[in-house]
């Protein structure tokens, strides 16, 4: 599995943004997909999650109400649609998949930054 992340970039707070992640992969209708970022001085943290339906999703506190992700199947893609950004969500954003819910993710792209200005 390989993913291309991409779409991040420099925005005011208050503004929108979406990342996309390409998968390549036969399997991708059964990967679970996952968004996480990585602040400056910061360890990484899990930021979004959808299963491999694309029926259920979860998101940290932190970000209810203002992110969405969502997995497009015959695209092979999964985005992660940002809104009301904030300073607090600058970081790199990394997408990851994994083959089920009881495994890691094992797959990772390469990572995006993604700046908000104040």
């Known amino acids: 599995v390989q993913l291309q992340a991409s779409g991040g970039g420099l925005v005011q707070a208050g503004g929108s943004m979406r990342l996309s992640c390409v998968a390549t992969s036969r399997a991708f209708d059964r990967l679970d997909m996952g968004w996480f970022r990585q602040a400056p001085g910061k360890e990484r943290e899990f930021v979004a999650a959808?299963?491999?339906?694309?029926?259920?999703?979860y998101d940290v506190d932190s970000v209810k109400g203002r992110f969405t992700i969502s997995k497009v199947i015959p695209k092979n893609a999964v985005y992660l649609q940002m809104n009301s950004l904030k300073p607090e969500d600058t970081a790199v954003y990394y997408c990851?998949?994994?083959?089920?819910?009881?495994?890691?993710?094992?797959?990772w792209g390469q990572g995006t930054q993604v700046t908000v200005s104040s």
């Open positions: 959808v299963n491999w339906s694309g029926a259920a999703s």
């Open positions: 990851a998949a994994r083959v089920n819910s009881y495994s890691n993710y094992d797959y």
